[in-house]
């Protein structure tokens, strides 16, 4: 594989249906009718597909955060284990210590970004 070629997910196939078969058909009449075409040129896949295969690592904590957050799973990621398990105890501080967090959460993962770096 070359330095460039990007990993994409077995499903996404869209140089197969833009080049074959019925699909190819459709695709080529409804953009000759509207002008539009429904599927990306190869640029804009590629990128899609990276994109696919790199995460945000704010939002998966304010996920983590949101439905875990009593059980203190982000405290974890974030390498705070006592305070992670203190949270697992007693339920995030009784929910009080929850959105403490949620409302910091933002900061907290730019600071152990910065610190990793």
């Known amino acids: 594989m070359s330095q460039?070629?990007?990993s994409v997910?077995?499903?996404f196939r869209w140089p197969q249906a833009r080049d074959a078969g019925r699909p190819a058909r459709l695709r080529s009449g409804?953009?000759?009718?509207?002008g539009f075409d429904l599927l990306p040129d190869d640029h804009v896949a590629a990128e899609y597909a990276r994109l696919l295969n790199t995460g945000d690592p704010v939002a998966e904590r304010f996920v983590d955060e949101t439905f875990l957050g009593p059980l203190g799973v982000h405290r974890?990621?974030?390498g705070k284990i006592g305070s992670g398990l203190v949270w697992?105890?007693?339920g995030?501080?009784?929910g009080f210590g929850w959105i403490y967090d949620f409302c910091t959460l933002n900061t907290q993962v730019s600071e152990r970004n910065l610190c990793t770096r």
């Open 4 to 6: 460039n070629a990007v």
């Open 30 to 34: 409804i953009k000759r009718i509207t």
């Open 92 to 94: 995030g501080l009784f």
């Open 88 to 90: 697992f105890l007693t």
């Open 76 to 78: 974890l990621y974030l």
């Open 9 to 11: 997910p077995s499903a």
